[in-house]
């Protein structure tokens, strides 16, 4: 597709289930983030994946938290043993170059742990 | 205004005037500044940027301002319609780096 795609777009979960949450970045974005949005508050900056480089992950809030990037362009998101207060938006975006700031967001996976 | 907490700032004006959104941002060091457009259940789309070599842009109906003395950023919108109803959010990137600091947002809602 033309854009970033995201799925599922919705999930709800029981406390401590494991859930993963895919992201299509836009064909030929080399850079990859991933950030969560909790109800009427900002982005959260997650997890970064650029090129071949080792990932930046220090937005990770946890070790249940994980992320990977496989052949450079689809993106898994992984929380294990999820937490209410790990209800979120969970947002992926691409861009073509680093620090140009125009990312090109989806429209987010909504997680509702109950 | 922008403001980093619980609560999202909030914002009325009616269609037609002029809208003005602000945003204070944290790190002096940073050197490049976007704003971001988020309706209802989608992702935020980029709007305008701007560097920090710069006081002011202009784009489509909208200017960002920046003042680097006061880290403050506005962005405003010329003759606000419906569809300008979104939250706006701010962001910073210091020193080119990989991380996007975002604002909370605030949210404009265009009375007709």
């Known amino acids: 597709g033309a854009g970033v795609s995201q799925s599922p777009s919705n999930k709800v979960t029981e406390k401590g289930k494991d859930v993963e949450l895919r992201c299509d970045p836009i064909?030929?974005?080399?850079?990859l983030y991933w950030y969560r949005q909790s109800l009427g508050q900002g982005l959260e900056f997650l997890i970064y994946?650029?090129?071949?480089?080792?990932?930046?992950k220090s937005g990770l809030p946890s070790d249940r938290f994980s992320a990977e990037r496989t052949g450079g362009s689809v993106s898994t998101l992984t929380i294990q043993r999820t937490q209410q207060e790990d209800s979120a938006v969970y947002l992926c975006a691409s861009t073509p170059m680093v620090g140009t700031g125009e990312l090109f967001f989806g429209e987010g996976s909504r997680l509702t742990v109950l | 205004g922008e403001s980093v907490g619980l609560h999202l700032p909030t914002l009325s004006v009616q269609e037609g005037d002029n809208s003005i959104i602000n945003c204070a941002y944290s790190?002096?060091?940073?050197?490049?500044f976007i704003w971001y457009k988020q309706e209802s259940g989608k992702g935020p789309q980029f709007i305008i940027d701007?560097?920090?070599?710069?006081d002011k842009r202009q784009g489509q109906r909208v200017t960002v301002l920046l003042n680097k003395t006061v880290k403050h950023l506005s962005l405003q919108i010329a003759a606000t319609q419906p569809g300008d109803s979104a939250v706006y959010f701010c962001a910073e990137n210091p020193n080119n780096n990989n991380d996007m600091r975002f604002g909370a947002g605030t949210r404009l809602t265009v009375k007709p």
């Open positions: 064909s030929g974005h080399t850079a």
């Open positions: 790190n002096s060091a940073s050197d490049y």
């Open positions: 994946f650029q090129g071949n480089s080792a990932p930046d």
């Open positions: 701007i560097r920090s070599n710069m």
